[in-house]
């Protein structure tokens, strides 16, 4: 089974937003949030990209 990286980032994204205080628990867990958001959007990008097949649409004239 593969993770869903882009999912797990939308959710630390949402969290991080739910942590709006300026209190110092807040900023931690900003800052803890940042470091793994960091970390998924990275392992995110080295996944290899799938293929994907081309599709040609014919081009004809419109009337």
Do not use: W
Request: hydrophobic fraction near 40%; proline fraction near 5%; include cysteine.
């Amino acid at each position: 089974m593969t993770s869903n990286f882009s999912a797990a980032r939308v959710h630390l994204d949402r969290a991080y937003d739910y942590l709006c205080g300026n209190d110092p628990m807040s900023r931690r867990g900003r800052e803890a949030l940042d470091l793994l958001i960091e970390a998924v959007a990275v392992e995110e990008f080295k996944q290899p990209r799938q293929n994907a097949e081309v599709l040609r649409f014919p081009i004809g004239r419109r009337f």
